[in-house]
């Protein structure tokens, strides 16, 4: 059939199984904008409050759903918008596709109004992009992009589209979607000598990230738990990988991690490293990192393998099929001085949590379990706010926690939220800080436009809490602009834009105002006011290793 380029790109993101884009229009994407008007039955459309909130709904719908985030913006300021939410979907491996419109190709290179070279911007933080200069290869185009998205390490594809490529008309012939490049175990000798050093180590320690959940190698990773007698850890990537209640689930490692976790990491002789990075967060200061463990990393992206540390054995495949070939190769036994030990962790890390009745952060977030459901997913900022959920919140399934990993984005929380209610089709929950909040409170008016169902629980000090405690404790106290002492009254401002809020300050308080909040039908922030002194502990100062964790104020 006879389509135009517009019409070509709204059916073929309908022939790759895309049922919601997020998105701006503007003039240069008008075209495509009609195009979904004729189409609203086929495929949703949710028009955010700006594009950068768009691509982190777009990110969020990824991260919840498994599937492929499509976010749509115009050319110029609306396509360099999206820079930020394409860069965070790179650095923590998140399948997006970003269509932007772009001037006519005959103006292209004549700075003409709203023309700018988002290739040429974007070649860094996406897998590839493409600028689509004939009509005739729109669907193609595509269709690769689904592909490479999805295929081996997931991450962000860019498509940009002249004004006329999308008004030029051909042929257009619907097909299947496409398909992720097939995977593939690492080569047999690697497995062989993988399983020679797990079957000799005695303290061995389970590290995994979000290739685990990626690759959907929970269950793989278990049993060789299981079989070795091993504890398991993750990175921030990795949570909700495995119910958080697991018996050998020892929670998050590194610079602000579970103590037990880290110290079981630190004292191992053997690393098993699983679809996850070693970066600077984790390893502090990489020359004292777990200097008596031998590191086996398996990752689907072989530039990881001794990236930043080095691997006695570096396996390059998919974590699932490998970890099934490396499986009956392993000897199954008992290791109880290890586990003693990591017991004793456990019991050290009991000693100091934070057990006060008052309103902690410790306390909101734990106070949040308890109206969590199996399948809520939780997103987040960053920030202390980021680090106390990470630390505290309990999971049941898997890609139900959604945070800035990689490049640690402030104002990433609301449109991943957003994302996340639509991809899971439930009420979604946004932990923020005043700080991170007020980068992305615009997107607000989506949430109550859209009338979605998202508990916005708001860690209220004042201030840049994560940067006033490092000026605390590295720069004599000297709080360079991190004190924000605003005014803003959240709960009216909730109300303004349409949506309802209250202001707590104990933990009875809390409770009942989140009762409140998951019973209403659309948007509730929940104002908890915490000290601005509050910490973020254990906390590894930079360039520190588990030698110099701090577990409390003094240390």
């Excluded at 690393?271 to 590191?295: P, Y």
């Excluded at 495949?317 to 030990?341: C, F, N």
């Excluded at 949430?447 to 000090?461: H, Q």
């Excluded at 930079?542 to 409390?552: A, C, L, Y």
């Amino acid at each position: 059939m006879l389509l135009s380029g517009a019409d070509i790109i709204v059916e073929t993101l309908i022939e790759q199984g895309c049922d919601t884009v997020f998105g701006y229009p503007g003039g240069q994407i008008l075209n495509v904008y009609d195009s979904l008007y004729t189409h609203q039955e086929q495929i949703n459309h949710i028009l955010t409050a700006h594009e950068q909130g768009a691509a982190h709904a777009a990110d969020g719908y990824a991260r919840t759903t498994g599937k492929v985030g499509v976010v749509i913006s115009t050319s110029g300021p609306g396509a360099t918008n999206l820079v930020t939410g394409i860069a965070t979907a790179y650095l923590d491996s998140v399948p997006m596709i970003a269509i932007c419109g772009n001037v006519p190709t005959t103006q292209i290179g004549s700075d003409s109004f709203q023309e700018i070279d988002i290739t040429g911007i974007t070649l860094p933080i996406t897998k590839h992009n493409y600028f689509v200069g004939s009509v005739d290869k729109l669907a193609d185009t595509i269709r690769e992009a689904f592909a490479l998205a999805k295929s081996g390490r997931p991450g962000p594809v860019l498509i940009d589209v002249p004004k006329d490529v999308q008004i030029a008309k051909c042929e257009f012939t619907p097909t299947s979607p496409a398909e992720a490049e097939p995977l593939h175990p690492a080569k047999e000798k690697r497995v062989e000598e993988a399983a020679k050093i797990i079957n000799e180590s005695r303290r061995p320690y389970i590290y995994f990230g979000g290739g685990v959940i990626t690759s959907g190698a929970q269950e793989e990773m278990l049993e060789l738990a299981e079989l070795i007698d091993s504890p398991v850890g993750c990175s921030l990537m990795g949570l909700s990988g495995v119910p958080t209640d697991h018996p050998r689930f020892l929670g998050m490692q590194g610079m602000h991690g579970h103590y037990a976790s880290s110290m079981a990491m630190h004292n191992a002789d053997l690393i098993v490293a699983l679809g996850v990075r070693f970066n600077d967060r984790v390893t502090g200061n990489r020359a004292k990192f777990a200097t008596g463990a031998k590191i086996v990393h398996i990752d689907v992206d072989g530039s990881e393998l001794c990236k930043t540390v080095n691997a006695v054995c570096g396996l390059r495949g998919d974590v699932k099929l490998t970890l099934q070939k490396l499986l009956p190769l392993i000897e199954k036994g008992s290791k109880p001085e290890w586990a003693q030990k990591i017991s004793d962790f456990r019991t050290e890390e009991e000693g100091y949590l934070d057990n006060r009745e008052s309103l902690t952060p410790r306390k909101a977030i734990m106070t949040l379990n308890k109206h969590l459901g199996a399948n809520t997913a939780v997103a987040t900022d960053v920030g202390q706010h980021q680090m106390w959920a990470a630390q505290n919140l309990v999971f049941k399934n898997s890609r139900r926690f959604v945070s800035s990993g990689g490049l640690g984005t402030m104002g990433f929380g609301f449109g991943a939220a957003i994302g996340a209610a639509f991809g899971t089709k439930e009420r979604s929950v946004l932990v923020t800080g005043d700080g991170s909040f007020g980068m992305c409170l615009n997107e607000l008016a989506t949430a109550v436009t859209y009338n979605i169902p998202i508990v916005i629980l708001l860690l209220n000090n004042g201030v840049l809490g994560m940067v006033r405690q490092w000026q605390t404790l590295f720069f004599n106290k000297h709080y360079s602009n991190t004190i924000l002492d605003r005014k803003t009254d959240f709960p009216a401002f909730a109300k303004s834009f349409g949506a309802d809020g209250e202001t707590v300050t104990t933990a009875e308080e809390l409770d009942e105002a989140l009762t409140r909040a998951f019973n209403c039908e659309g948007p509730y922030i929940v104002d908890c006011r915490i000290d601005k002194d509050e910490f973020v502990l254990p906390m590894l100062p930079p360039g520190g290793s588990m030698d110099d964790i701090i577990v409390k104020v003094g240390d």
